[in-house]
Protein backbone atom coordinates (compact mmCIF):
# COMPACT_ATOMS: atom_id res chain seq x y z
CA UNK A 1 0.00 0.00 0.00
CA UNK A 2 1.50 3.11 -0.87
CA UNK A 3 2.19 6.10 2.20
CA UNK A 4 0.41 8.65 -0.13
CA UNK A 5 -2.71 7.05 -0.10
CA UNK A 6 -3.19 6.27 3.74
CA UNK A 7 -4.33 8.27 6.33
CA UNK A 8 -1.80 10.13 8.02
CA UNK A 9 -3.86 12.27 10.37
CA UNK A 10 -6.92 10.03 12.15
CA UNK A 11 -9.63 11.25 10.05
CA UNK A 12 -13.31 10.09 10.10
CA UNK A 13 -16.43 10.70 8.23
CA UNK A 14 -18.68 12.22 11.03
CA UNK A 15 -21.89 13.22 9.09
CA UNK A 16 -23.49 12.57 5.80
CA UNK A 17 -27.16 13.41 4.64
CA UNK A 18 -28.56 12.79 1.10
CA UNK A 19 -31.63 15.30 -0.90
CA UNK A 20 -34.12 13.55 -2.27
CA UNK A 21 -34.78 13.90 -5.44
CA UNK A 22 -38.37 14.89 -4.46
CA UNK A 23 -37.24 18.08 -2.05
CA UNK A 24 -34.44 18.42 -4.71
CA UNK A 25 -36.09 19.17 -7.63
CA UNK A 26 -38.39 22.26 -4.94
CA UNK A 27 -35.33 24.19 -4.87
CA UNK A 28 -32.53 26.38 -6.54
CA UNK A 29 -28.84 25.50 -6.18
CA UNK A 30 -28.65 28.17 -3.11
CA UNK A 31 -32.08 27.23 -0.93
CA UNK A 32 -30.73 23.11 -1.50
CA UNK A 33 -27.32 23.71 -0.47
CA UNK A 34 -28.43 25.68 2.97
CA UNK A 35 -30.72 22.61 3.28
CA UNK A 36 -27.92 20.10 3.08
CA UNK A 37 -25.25 22.03 4.58
CA UNK A 38 -27.56 22.54 7.83
CA UNK A 39 -28.22 19.05 7.83
CA UNK A 40 -25.14 17.80 7.88
CA UNK A 41 -23.56 20.24 10.12
CA UNK A 42 -25.90 21.81 13.15
CA UNK A 43 -28.44 19.00 12.38
CA UNK A 44 -25.53 16.64 13.44
CA UNK A 45 -24.33 18.91 16.20
CA UNK A 46 -21.62 19.81 14.81
CA UNK A 47 -20.19 23.23 15.26
CA UNK A 48 -20.25 25.77 11.96
CA UNK A 49 -16.46 27.61 14.01
CA UNK A 50 -14.93 23.90 13.86
CA UNK A 51 -14.86 23.62 10.20
CA UNK A 52 -11.72 25.31 8.66
CA UNK A 53 -11.90 23.78 5.30
CA UNK A 54 -15.56 23.48 3.22
CA UNK A 55 -15.56 22.17 -0.74
CA UNK A 56 -17.82 21.56 -2.83
CA UNK A 57 -17.89 19.99 -6.41
CA UNK A 58 -20.66 20.88 -9.30
CA UNK A 59 -20.68 21.22 -13.29
CA UNK A 60 -21.74 24.25 -14.59
CA UNK A 61 -22.82 22.58 -17.58
CA UNK A 62 -25.68 20.49 -15.67
CA UNK A 63 -27.17 23.99 -15.31
CA UNK A 64 -25.96 26.09 -18.58
CA UNK A 65 -24.92 29.24 -15.88
CA UNK A 66 -21.29 30.06 -15.54
CA UNK A 67 -19.51 29.87 -12.03
CA UNK A 68 -23.03 28.74 -10.87
CA UNK A 69 -21.27 27.19 -7.60
CA UNK A 70 -20.36 30.61 -6.52
CA UNK A 71 -23.77 31.77 -6.13
CA UNK A 72 -24.58 28.46 -4.80
CA UNK A 73 -22.37 29.05 -1.99
CA UNK A 74 -24.57 31.83 -0.60
CA UNK A 75 -26.24 28.76 0.94
CA UNK A 76 -22.94 27.09 2.81
CA UNK A 77 -22.44 31.04 4.91
CA UNK A 78 -19.48 32.16 4.00
CA UNK A 79 -18.96 35.89 4.91
CA UNK A 80 -17.47 36.38 7.09
CA UNK A 81 -14.72 34.99 4.82
CA UNK A 82 -14.04 31.08 4.84
CA UNK A 83 -11.49 28.94 3.36
CA UNK A 84 -12.98 27.08 0.37
CA UNK A 85 -12.12 25.62 -2.86
CA UNK A 86 -14.32 23.55 -5.72
CA UNK A 87 -13.76 20.81 -7.98
CA UNK A 88 -15.56 20.52 -11.03
CA UNK A 89 -16.31 17.24 -10.33
CA UNK A 90 -18.43 14.66 -8.42
CA UNK A 91 -18.62 15.75 -4.94
CA UNK A 92 -16.15 12.22 -4.18
CA UNK A 93 -13.19 14.23 -5.63
CA UNK A 94 -14.44 17.22 -3.56
CA UNK A 95 -14.09 14.98 -0.71
CA UNK A 96 -10.61 13.50 -1.75
CA UNK A 97 -9.29 17.34 -1.46
CA UNK A 98 -10.80 18.03 1.57
CA UNK A 99 -9.16 14.64 2.96
CA UNK A 100 -5.61 16.16 2.22
CA UNK A 101 -6.23 19.13 3.79
CA UNK A 102 -7.07 18.18 7.02
CA UNK A 103 -3.56 15.83 6.89
CA UNK A 104 -2.15 19.28 7.50
CA UNK A 105 -3.24 18.93 10.92
CA UNK A 106 -4.29 22.42 11.54
CA UNK A 107 -7.70 22.10 11.56
CA UNK A 108 -10.62 19.87 12.72
CA UNK A 109 -12.97 19.51 10.56
CA UNK A 110 -13.65 19.66 6.79
CA UNK A 111 -17.26 20.49 4.75
CA UNK A 112 -18.38 18.74 1.45
CA UNK A 113 -21.13 19.65 -0.52
CA UNK A 114 -22.25 18.53 -4.10
CA UNK A 115 -24.96 19.36 -6.27
CA UNK A 116 -26.78 18.10 -9.73
CA UNK A 117 -29.79 20.37 -10.11
CA UNK A 118 -30.00 19.51 -13.86
CA UNK A 119 -31.56 21.96 -16.17
CA UNK A 120 -30.44 20.37 -19.41
CA UNK A 121 -33.18 18.90 -21.85
CA UNK A 122 -30.55 16.38 -22.89
CA UNK A 123 -28.03 15.40 -20.17
CA UNK A 124 -27.20 12.29 -22.38
CA UNK A 125 -25.79 14.91 -24.80
CA UNK A 126 -24.19 17.28 -21.85
CA UNK A 127 -22.09 14.44 -20.56
CA UNK A 128 -21.27 14.09 -24.16
CA UNK A 129 -19.10 17.59 -24.41
CA UNK A 130 -16.41 15.87 -21.48
CA UNK A 131 -15.34 14.01 -24.73
CA UNK A 132 -11.96 15.45 -26.71
CA UNK A 133 -13.35 18.13 -28.90
CA UNK A 134 -11.42 17.49 -31.79
CA UNK A 135 -11.65 13.90 -32.33
CA UNK A 136 -14.27 12.24 -30.40
CA UNK A 137 -17.12 15.57 -29.62
CA UNK A 138 -17.69 16.33 -33.43
CA UNK A 139 -19.32 13.41 -33.74
CA UNK A 140 -21.89 13.78 -32.06
CA UNK A 141 -21.74 10.65 -30.01
CA UNK A 142 -23.89 10.69 -26.71
CA UNK A 143 -22.95 9.61 -23.26
CA UNK A 144 -25.74 6.25 -23.21
CA UNK A 145 -23.55 5.64 -27.06
CA UNK A 146 -20.52 5.57 -25.14
CA UNK A 147 -21.62 3.26 -22.67
CA UNK A 148 -23.23 1.20 -25.07
CA UNK A 149 -19.45 0.94 -27.32
CA UNK A 150 -18.60 0.06 -23.85
CA UNK A 151 -20.90 -2.52 -23.29
CA UNK A 152 -20.28 -4.03 -26.79
CA UNK A 153 -16.43 -3.98 -25.70
CA UNK A 154 -17.77 -6.60 -22.77
CA UNK A 155 -19.89 -8.88 -24.44
CA UNK A 156 -16.97 -9.44 -26.90
CA UNK A 157 -14.27 -10.30 -24.57
CA UNK A 158 -17.08 -13.13 -22.89
CA UNK A 159 -19.91 -10.90 -20.59
CA UNK A 160 -23.09 -11.82 -21.28
CA UNK A 161 -25.87 -9.66 -21.57
CA UNK A 162 -27.64 -11.84 -18.13
CA UNK A 163 -24.93 -10.51 -16.17
CA UNK A 164 -26.53 -6.79 -17.64
CA UNK A 165 -29.91 -7.88 -16.66
CA UNK A 166 -28.68 -9.19 -12.83
CA UNK A 167 -27.15 -5.89 -12.26
CA UNK A 168 -30.48 -4.01 -13.84
CA UNK A 169 -32.49 -6.34 -11.39
CA UNK A 170 -30.21 -4.87 -8.12
CA UNK A 171 -30.26 -1.42 -9.22
CA UNK A 172 -34.20 -1.73 -8.63
CA UNK A 173 -34.43 -0.87 -12.35
CA UNK A 174 -36.06 -4.67 -13.26
CA UNK A 175 -38.00 -6.75 -11.52
CA UNK A 176 -36.36 -10.02 -12.90
CA UNK A 177 -33.67 -11.03 -15.07
CA UNK A 178 -36.14 -12.29 -17.88
CA UNK A 179 -38.24 -9.27 -17.68
CA UNK A 180 -34.89 -6.94 -18.70
CA UNK A 181 -33.67 -9.37 -21.11
CA UNK A 182 -37.16 -9.01 -23.06
CA UNK A 183 -36.69 -4.92 -23.11
CA UNK A 184 -35.81 -3.85 -26.23
CA UNK A 185 -32.42 -2.55 -26.94
CA UNK A 186 -32.02 1.50 -26.63
CA UNK A 187 -28.43 1.59 -27.50
CA UNK A 188 -27.61 -1.98 -28.49
CA UNK A 189 -26.66 -3.72 -26.36
CA UNK A 190 -28.08 -1.07 -23.83
CA UNK A 191 -31.29 -1.27 -22.84
CA UNK A 192 -33.32 1.05 -20.41
CA UNK A 193 -32.61 -0.50 -17.35
CA UNK A 194 -29.24 -0.33 -17.99
CA UNK A 195 -29.23 3.17 -18.11
CA UNK A 196 -29.08 5.32 -15.29
CA UNK A 197 -32.66 7.63 -14.39
CA UNK A 198 -31.52 10.78 -13.82
CA UNK A 199 -32.49 13.03 -11.08
CA UNK A 200 -31.87 16.40 -9.19
CA UNK A 201 -30.14 16.08 -6.03
CA UNK A 202 -27.32 16.95 -3.46
CA UNK A 203 -25.26 15.42 -0.45
CA UNK A 204 -23.15 17.54 1.95
CA UNK A 205 -20.44 15.51 4.43
CA UNK A 206 -18.59 16.28 7.39
CA UNK A 207 -14.98 15.13 7.46
CA UNK A 208 -13.07 15.20 11.63
CA UNK A 209 -9.75 14.58 13.11
CA UNK A 210 -9.09 12.44 15.88
CA UNK A 211 -10.84 13.51 19.21
CA UNK A 212 -12.92 15.89 17.65
CA UNK A 213 -14.58 13.32 15.14
CA UNK A 214 -15.11 10.87 18.75
CA UNK A 215 -16.69 13.97 20.52
CA UNK A 216 -19.34 14.58 17.25
CA UNK A 217 -19.95 10.76 16.38
CA UNK A 218 -20.49 7.90 18.24
CA UNK A 219 -19.54 5.67 15.24
CA UNK A 220 -16.89 7.35 13.08
CA UNK A 221 -16.45 6.06 9.87
CA UNK A 222 -12.36 6.42 9.81
CA UNK A 223 -11.04 6.69 6.31
CA UNK A 224 -8.24 4.32 6.39
CA UNK A 225 -7.44 5.27 2.69
CA UNK A 226 -8.17 7.11 -0.61
CA UNK A 227 -6.83 6.68 -3.90
CA UNK A 228 -7.81 8.05 -7.39
CA UNK A 229 -6.48 7.05 -10.42
CA UNK A 230 -7.73 7.68 -14.55
CA UNK A 231 -7.11 5.55 -17.56
CA UNK A 232 -6.59 7.43 -20.86
CA UNK A 233 -8.98 10.15 -21.87
CA UNK A 234 -9.40 8.50 -25.62
CA UNK A 235 -11.81 6.03 -25.64
CA UNK A 236 -9.90 4.28 -28.79
CA UNK A 237 -7.05 4.29 -26.72
CA UNK A 238 -7.94 1.30 -23.84
CA UNK A 239 -9.66 -1.51 -23.50
CA UNK A 240 -13.06 -0.38 -22.57
CA UNK A 241 -14.22 -3.86 -21.28
CA UNK A 242 -11.64 -3.48 -17.97
CA UNK A 243 -10.74 -1.04 -15.64
CA UNK A 244 -7.30 -0.57 -15.00
CA UNK A 245 -7.55 2.47 -13.29
CA UNK A 246 -10.19 0.61 -10.73
CA UNK A 247 -7.68 -1.78 -10.22
CA UNK A 248 -4.68 0.24 -9.50
CA UNK A 249 -6.99 2.62 -7.01
CA UNK A 250 -8.11 -0.32 -5.13
CA UNK A 251 -4.97 -1.71 -4.69
CA UNK A 252 -3.37 1.91 -3.66
CA UNK A 253 -5.98 1.84 -1.10
CA UNK A 254 -5.49 -1.53 0.14
CA UNK A 255 -9.22 -2.40 -0.48
CA UNK A 256 -7.79 -6.67 0.36
CA UNK A 257 -5.65 -5.57 3.34
CA UNK A 258 -8.52 -6.65 5.49
CA UNK A 259 -12.56 -8.34 5.21
CA UNK A 260 -14.82 -5.98 3.69
CA UNK A 261 -18.38 -6.16 4.47
CA UNK A 262 -20.26 -3.65 2.51
CA UNK A 263 -18.97 -2.22 -1.10
CA UNK A 264 -20.83 1.04 -2.83
CA UNK A 265 -20.18 1.02 -6.22
CA UNK A 266 -21.04 3.98 -8.12
CA UNK A 267 -21.23 2.88 -12.20
CA UNK A 268 -23.32 5.37 -14.23
CA UNK A 269 -24.27 2.20 -16.50
CA UNK A 270 -25.39 -1.18 -15.48
CA UNK A 271 -22.50 -2.84 -17.51
CA UNK A 272 -20.26 -0.83 -15.99
CA UNK A 273 -20.96 -2.31 -12.68
CA UNK A 274 -19.79 -5.66 -13.83
CA UNK A 275 -16.50 -3.98 -15.04
CA UNK A 276 -16.17 -2.48 -11.55
CA UNK A 277 -16.52 -5.23 -9.62
CA UNK A 278 -14.35 -7.36 -11.50
CA UNK A 279 -11.36 -5.15 -10.80
CA UNK A 280 -12.33 -4.87 -7.38
CA UNK A 281 -12.03 -8.67 -6.80
CA UNK A 282 -9.20 -8.58 -8.57
CA UNK A 283 -7.98 -5.70 -6.19
CA UNK A 284 -8.69 -8.57 -3.46
CA UNK A 285 -12.12 -7.18 -2.10
CA UNK A 286 -13.72 -9.84 -0.22
CA UNK A 287 -15.79 -12.43 -2.41
CA UNK A 288 -18.61 -12.20 0.29
CA UNK A 289 -18.80 -8.26 -0.04
CA UNK A 290 -22.25 -7.38 -0.32
CA UNK A 291 -22.95 -5.31 -3.01
CA UNK A 292 -24.73 -1.62 -2.78
CA UNK A 293 -26.94 -2.97 0.19
CA UNK A 294 -28.46 1.11 -0.45
CA UNK A 295 -29.55 0.46 -3.92
CA UNK A 296 -27.23 2.21 -5.27
CA UNK A 297 -27.20 5.21 -7.17
CA UNK A 298 -28.41 4.73 -10.71
CA UNK A 299 -32.37 4.38 -10.02
CA UNK A 300 -31.96 8.25 -9.19
CA UNK A 301 -28.68 9.57 -10.33
CA UNK A 302 -27.92 12.63 -9.87
CA UNK A 303 -24.44 13.52 -11.88
CA UNK A 304 -21.72 15.20 -9.60
CA UNK A 305 -23.35 13.82 -6.58
CA UNK A 306 -23.46 9.97 -7.35
CA UNK A 307 -20.35 9.04 -6.09
CA UNK A 308 -19.91 11.32 -3.13
CA UNK A 309 -23.60 9.55 -2.14
CA UNK A 310 -22.02 6.31 -3.01
CA UNK A 311 -18.61 6.84 -0.35
CA UNK A 312 -21.60 8.29 2.41
CA UNK A 313 -23.53 5.39 2.14
CA UNK A 314 -20.64 3.06 2.49
CA UNK A 315 -19.59 5.43 5.92
CA UNK A 316 -23.41 5.37 6.97
CA UNK A 317 -23.41 1.27 6.94
CA UNK A 318 -20.59 2.24 9.54
CA UNK A 319 -22.30 5.08 11.08
CA UNK A 320 -25.32 2.51 12.02
CA UNK A 321 -23.54 -0.46 13.17
CA UNK A 322 -24.40 -2.26 10.00
CA UNK A 323 -20.50 -2.96 9.06
CA UNK A 324 -17.01 -2.74 10.57
CA UNK A 325 -15.21 -2.11 7.04
CA UNK A 326 -16.73 -0.98 3.88
CA UNK A 327 -15.08 0.51 0.92
CA UNK A 328 -16.87 3.38 -1.32
CA UNK A 329 -16.10 3.79 -5.06
CA UNK A 330 -16.74 7.13 -7.37
CA UNK A 331 -15.99 7.47 -10.96
CA UNK A 332 -16.14 10.31 -13.49
CA UNK A 333 -15.67 10.74 -17.02
CA UNK A 334 -16.38 8.60 -19.98
CA UNK A 335 -16.66 4.74 -20.14
CA UNK A 336 -15.72 4.33 -16.14
CA UNK A 337 -12.48 6.41 -17.16
CA UNK A 338 -11.22 7.79 -13.61
CA UNK A 339 -11.97 6.04 -10.37
CA UNK A 340 -11.86 6.54 -6.50
CA UNK A 341 -11.73 4.53 -3.73
CA UNK A 342 -12.38 4.73 -0.36
CA UNK A 343 -11.71 2.25 2.69
CA UNK A 344 -13.76 3.10 5.31
CA UNK A 345 -13.27 1.38 9.03
CA UNK A 346 -14.38 1.24 12.17
CA UNK A 347 -12.00 1.65 15.26
CA UNK A 348 -12.82 0.52 18.94
CA UNK B 1 3.77 11.07 -43.33
CA UNK B 2 2.27 9.96 -47.26
CA UNK B 3 2.07 12.76 -49.80
CA UNK B 4 -1.34 12.35 -49.83
CA UNK B 5 -1.74 13.22 -45.94
CA UNK B 6 0.47 15.95 -46.36
CA UNK B 7 -1.86 17.73 -48.68
CA UNK B 8 -4.70 16.89 -46.22
CA UNK B 9 -3.15 18.01 -43.37
CA UNK B 10 -1.77 21.18 -44.99
CA UNK B 11 -5.33 22.31 -45.75
CA UNK B 12 -7.05 21.58 -42.70
CA UNK B 13 -5.97 24.74 -40.57
CA UNK B 14 -9.05 25.40 -38.29
CA UNK B 15 -12.39 23.18 -37.82
CA UNK B 16 -15.42 24.49 -37.10
CA UNK B 17 -17.35 22.26 -33.88
CA UNK B 18 -20.70 23.56 -33.15
CA UNK B 19 -22.35 23.06 -30.09
CA UNK B 20 -25.59 23.68 -29.15
CA UNK B 21 -27.56 22.98 -25.58
CA UNK B 22 -31.09 23.69 -24.33
CA UNK B 23 -32.19 24.53 -20.65
CA UNK B 24 -34.96 24.78 -18.21
CA UNK B 25 -33.53 27.45 -16.01
CA UNK B 26 -35.11 27.02 -12.22
CA UNK B 27 -35.69 29.70 -10.23
CA UNK B 28 -36.31 28.18 -6.74
CA UNK B 29 -39.01 29.49 -4.35
CA UNK B 30 -36.90 33.03 -3.76
CA UNK B 31 -36.18 34.04 -7.04
CA UNK B 32 -39.80 32.91 -8.06
CA UNK B 33 -41.55 35.64 -5.48
CA UNK B 34 -39.61 38.00 -6.91
CA UNK B 35 -40.71 37.31 -10.64
CA UNK B 36 -44.12 37.33 -9.32
CA UNK B 37 -43.66 40.64 -7.80
CA UNK B 38 -42.35 42.05 -11.11
CA UNK B 39 -45.05 40.91 -12.99
CA UNK B 40 -47.29 42.98 -10.41
CA UNK B 41 -44.70 46.25 -10.98
CA UNK B 42 -43.54 45.23 -7.31
CA UNK B 43 -40.12 45.20 -5.95
CA UNK B 44 -39.94 41.96 -3.85
CA UNK B 45 -37.11 41.52 -0.69
CA UNK B 46 -36.50 39.54 2.20
CA UNK B 47 -35.29 40.29 5.25
CA UNK B 48 -32.54 37.91 6.94
CA UNK B 49 -34.18 36.92 10.66
CA UNK B 50 -30.41 36.81 11.79
CA UNK B 51 -28.44 39.99 11.09
CA UNK B 52 -31.78 41.74 9.74
CA UNK B 53 -30.05 42.44 6.21
CA UNK B 54 -32.66 43.08 3.81
CA UNK B 55 -31.97 41.13 0.61
CA UNK B 56 -33.29 42.26 -3.01
CA UNK B 57 -33.90 39.97 -5.51
CA UNK B 58 -34.62 37.81 -2.42
CA UNK B 59 -32.19 34.80 -2.24
CA UNK B 60 -32.19 31.44 -0.73
CA UNK B 61 -30.26 31.88 2.12
CA UNK B 62 -28.35 34.46 3.97
CA UNK B 63 -24.87 34.52 2.64
CA UNK B 64 -23.63 35.78 5.85
CA UNK B 65 -25.20 33.93 8.29
CA UNK B 66 -26.13 30.65 6.24
CA UNK B 67 -29.80 30.66 7.24
CA UNK B 68 -32.83 30.39 5.80
CA UNK B 69 -34.71 34.12 4.53
CA UNK B 70 -37.54 35.68 6.93
CA UNK B 71 -40.40 38.01 6.09
CA UNK B 72 -41.02 39.25 3.03
CA UNK B 73 -39.90 42.84 2.46
CA UNK B 74 -41.64 44.64 -0.25
CA UNK B 75 -39.09 47.84 -1.20
CA UNK B 76 -39.88 51.40 -2.78
CA UNK B 77 -39.03 51.94 -6.28
CA UNK B 78 -36.35 54.50 -5.17
CA UNK B 79 -32.37 54.35 -4.72
CA UNK B 80 -29.50 55.42 -4.79
CA UNK B 81 -26.53 54.47 -7.04
CA UNK B 82 -23.52 52.85 -5.69
CA UNK B 83 -21.15 51.96 -8.60
CA UNK B 84 -21.86 52.44 -12.15
CA UNK B 85 -20.23 51.71 -15.74
CA UNK B 86 -20.60 53.00 -18.86
CA UNK B 87 -20.58 50.19 -21.77
CA UNK B 88 -19.11 51.77 -24.50
CA UNK B 89 -17.57 48.28 -26.04
CA UNK B 90 -19.98 46.41 -28.28
CA UNK B 91 -20.59 42.43 -27.98
CA UNK B 92 -22.57 39.96 -28.90
CA UNK B 93 -26.68 39.98 -27.84
CA UNK B 94 -25.92 43.12 -26.47
CA UNK B 95 -29.59 44.41 -26.57
CA UNK B 96 -28.53 48.58 -26.20
CA UNK B 97 -26.96 50.50 -28.49
CA UNK B 98 -23.27 51.67 -26.19
CA UNK B 99 -22.93 53.92 -25.05
CA UNK B 100 -24.75 52.96 -21.63
CA UNK B 101 -24.69 52.78 -18.00
CA UNK B 102 -25.12 49.67 -15.72
CA UNK B 103 -25.17 50.52 -12.38
CA UNK B 104 -25.33 49.07 -8.44
CA UNK B 105 -28.69 50.56 -7.06
CA UNK B 106 -29.47 50.52 -3.74
CA UNK B 107 -33.12 50.41 -3.14
CA UNK B 108 -34.44 52.54 0.05
CA UNK B 109 -34.96 50.66 2.71
CA UNK B 110 -31.82 47.26 1.03
CA UNK B 111 -28.88 46.04 2.24
CA UNK B 112 -27.62 44.87 -1.19
CA UNK B 113 -27.60 46.44 -4.52
CA UNK B 114 -29.91 45.66 -7.39
CA UNK B 115 -27.97 44.99 -10.57
CA UNK B 116 -29.61 47.39 -13.55
CA UNK B 117 -29.39 49.85 -16.22
CA UNK B 118 -29.79 53.73 -15.79
CA UNK B 119 -31.60 55.83 -18.56
CA UNK B 120 -32.80 59.15 -19.04
CA UNK B 121 -29.78 61.54 -18.71
CA UNK B 122 -26.89 61.75 -20.82
CA UNK B 123 -24.16 58.74 -19.51
CA UNK B 124 -21.94 61.32 -18.03
CA UNK B 125 -24.15 62.88 -15.88
CA UNK B 126 -24.29 59.49 -14.14
CA UNK B 127 -22.19 59.46 -10.86
CA UNK B 128 -21.94 57.62 -6.99
CA UNK B 129 -24.76 58.65 -4.89
CA UNK B 130 -26.93 59.72 -7.60
CA UNK B 131 -30.77 59.70 -6.68
CA UNK B 132 -32.82 57.27 -8.89
CA UNK B 133 -35.74 55.78 -9.46
CA UNK B 134 -37.45 52.92 -11.07
CA UNK B 135 -38.84 53.79 -14.67
CA UNK B 136 -41.70 50.50 -15.62
CA UNK B 137 -42.82 48.94 -18.98
CA UNK B 138 -46.77 49.71 -18.86
CA UNK B 139 -49.22 47.02 -17.02
CA UNK B 140 -49.84 45.34 -20.04
CA UNK B 141 -46.42 44.19 -20.63
CA UNK B 142 -45.06 43.59 -17.05
CA UNK B 143 -43.51 39.99 -17.34
CA UNK B 144 -41.85 37.70 -14.73
CA UNK B 145 -38.81 39.67 -15.49
CA UNK B 146 -36.11 41.95 -14.07
CA UNK B 147 -36.80 43.91 -17.56
CA UNK B 148 -40.13 44.76 -16.24
CA UNK B 149 -38.47 48.01 -14.63
CA UNK B 150 -36.96 49.24 -17.69
CA UNK B 151 -34.39 51.04 -16.09
CA UNK B 152 -33.49 53.46 -13.45
CA UNK B 153 -33.77 57.37 -14.35
CA UNK B 154 -33.18 60.31 -12.42
CA UNK B 155 -35.13 61.75 -9.92
CA UNK B 156 -33.98 64.93 -9.63
CA UNK B 157 -33.25 64.60 -5.47
CA UNK B 158 -29.73 65.71 -3.69
CA UNK B 159 -27.45 63.29 -4.03
CA UNK B 160 -26.76 60.73 -1.07
CA UNK B 161 -23.08 61.40 0.55
CA UNK B 162 -20.36 58.56 0.12
CA UNK B 163 -20.12 57.90 3.82
CA UNK B 164 -24.54 56.61 3.89
CA UNK B 165 -23.97 53.94 1.07
CA UNK B 166 -19.90 52.98 1.44
CA UNK B 167 -21.12 50.24 3.64
CA UNK B 168 -23.30 48.42 0.77
CA UNK B 169 -20.91 48.92 -2.48
Redesign the interface.
Known amino acids: MSTFNTSREEIAIVSFVELSPAEAS ?9 TI ?2 RATDGAGIA ?1 DRIGFTVSGSCD ?1 L ?3 PFSWIMA ?8 PIEESHVEMDGAWALYEAWVRLQHGDIDAALIYCFG ?1 N ?4 LM ?2 LA ?1 QLD ?2 YL ?2 TGINAAEVAALQASAMLASGATERQFAEVAVRAGLAVSVEAALAEPYLHRPLRASDLPRFSDGAAAMVIARGDYARSVCARPAWIQSMAHIADGHSLGARDLSKSPSLEKAARLAGVGAKATQIVEVHAPFGPQEVIALEALKQAGLSADAKVNPSGGTRAAQSVMVAGLAAIGRAASAIHRGEASRTVGHASSGPALQHNLIAVLEERS | MSEATKAVVKDVTTMASPVSLKFRARAGKDLSRFLRGMKERRIVGRVCPSCNYVYVPPRGACPTCGCPMGDERVLPETGTITTFCIVNIPFEGQKLKPPYVCASVLLDGADVALFHLVGGCDVNEVRMGMRVRAEWVDEADAELSLETIRYFVPTGEPDRPLAQIREHI
Do not use: C, F, N
Not at chain 1, 119 to 122: H, I, K, Q, R, S
Open positions: QLDEIETIQVSRMVGRMDGAGVSKAAAEDQVLPYAP
